[in-house]
């Protein structure tokens, strides 16, 4: 069992952490929690206790021993991943120079495991250039991983920077993390993303599309950014938000999403092509809704441009294209044609006509097939775990 312990530092935004600790523990992860004196202000450590099933530490604590051992060393040790949240100003000061003065900061010194930082302040707070040299210096640690703040209306009513990051986005990346061991091996480098489903329109308000709902490329964005890449996502129809510290462009058509993936294909290491592409639209545009009576019996069509086929021409020799394939039945024959035909670097073949895979789901299956024909499979896993898996093997596509 994946072990997390949660350092709550005293803001507002510690009543977010509840929904952090209570999705962690149905996914399956043994959550512990530790909470500053300040924390104590905001919520209980009782609240903690009964979402984590396990006991919330606090200074009161501090020479509790487990074991005959003292419970900093135990703690640190116990843990897989380490996440503070919210992490204050004045926590941020003290894990910049090592200070250790309560329980939850002698425990990240007698930690080795990966720290997770999640910010929450006042806007003018967060912006002062001591926080800020505060916070540069704490990333230049190997060991830190950082979350965004994200801009909005905070609790003081300043509408600005210093917003904590939402428990959904932390937990995907406390999720990342226990994945990947808090794994750099994309820092440096450009991942461009296309997920969604594209529309083509008749009029309107009438399209043709499909159900793509963008999930997959959400969790290749996601572990793609976990891991250190510079992420830029193309995003046809879906509805969910976008992970902080990713460039997306949102687009409607296959024409949209065909233009702006060849912008952004000049600058990038590797191209992830998971959206669902409309591959036809109708002949016949009206700019004014048609009345019922009017719809044609039979809707003439025509084909889109093949938006991966012109991404392999064009791109360079470094880069890397992996596609997908979304199929029934047989999943490999089609998908190697596919990759041979495109001139893919690699696709990714998934079924989307068994129960949890596909459109929609939160689970997901494929078979890895890349261009010397080797073939991976990827069991049923969350979507976010076969992002991972993916990235993993476009690494090391030669």
């Keep these: ?41 905001f919520i209980t450590p009782l609240t903690f206790s009964t979402l984590s099933r396990q006991s919330a530490y606090t200074d009161e604590n501090f020479w509790l021993k487990s074991n005959s051992r003292p419970l900093h060393i135990e703690l640190g040790e116990w843990a897989d991943i380490f996440l503070i949240a919210p992490l204050t ?36 707070m967060w912006e002062q250039e001591t926080v800020q040299l505060n916070w540069q210096k704490v990333l230049d640690f190997n060991r ?32 990342s993390l226990l994945i990947t061991g808090g794994k750099r091996d994309f820092s440096g480098k450009k991942v461009l993303i296309s997920a969604g ?59 949209e999403m065909r233009s702006q993936m060849l912008e952004c294909l000049r600058t990038a290491d590797l191209i ?17 809704k048609l009345p019922k009576k009017s719809l044609p019996e039979a809707l003439a069509l025509e084909n889109v441009g093949d938006i991966i086929a012109e991404l392999a021409s064009s791109k360079r020799e470094n880069q890397k294209l992996i596609g997908f394939a979304a199929q029934t039945g047989d999943i490999v024959t089609p998908a190697k044609e596919k990759l041979q ?28 097939i890349d261009r010397k024909g080797k073939e991976v499979e990827i069991p049923m896993c969350s979507k976010l775990e076969m992002a991972h898996r993916i990235l993993e093997l476009g690494v090391r596509i030669s």
């Design 1 to 41: 069992m994946k072990r997390v312990l949660i350092g709550v530092g005293g803001g507002i935004a510690a009543y977010k952490i509840c929904e952090v600790v209570s999705t962690l523990f149905k996914s399956g992860v043994e959550v512990r929690t530790i909470l500053t004196n300040s924390a104590q202000h």
């Design 89 to 124: 100003a004045n926590t941020l000061a003290k894990l910049a120079y090592g200070m250790a003065d309560n329980l939850l900061l002698n425990t990240v010194l007698a930690s080795t495991c990966p720290i997770l930082l999640a910010p929450a302040m006042n806007t003018d």
């Design 144 to 175: 830190f991983h950082s979350l965004d703040t994200a801009s909005g209306l905070l609790a003081c009513d300043r509408v600005g920077a210093g917003r904590m990051a939402e428990p959904e986005e932390i937990v995907s990346h406390v999720q």
């Design 197 to 255: 489903g594209t529309r083509e329109y008749l009029d309107p308000v009438r399209f043709i599309g499909n159900p793509a709902t963008g999930k997959m490329g959400l969790a290749l964005a996601s572990a793609a950014l976990h891991r250190g890449a510079d992420v830029t996502l193309v995003r046809g129809a879906a509805s969910w938000d976008i992970p902080l510290g990713v460039k997306c462009i949102t687009v409607d058509t296959a024409e």
């Design 272 to 288: 992830i092509m998971s959206a669902a592409v409309a591959d036809v639209k109708p002949r016949e545009y009206s700019s004014q």
């Design 341 to 368: 035909r495109k001139n893919l670097d690699a696709i990714v073949a998934n079924p989307i006509d068994e129960v949890g895979s596909g459109f929609g789901s939160d689970t997901n299956k494929a078979i890895y």
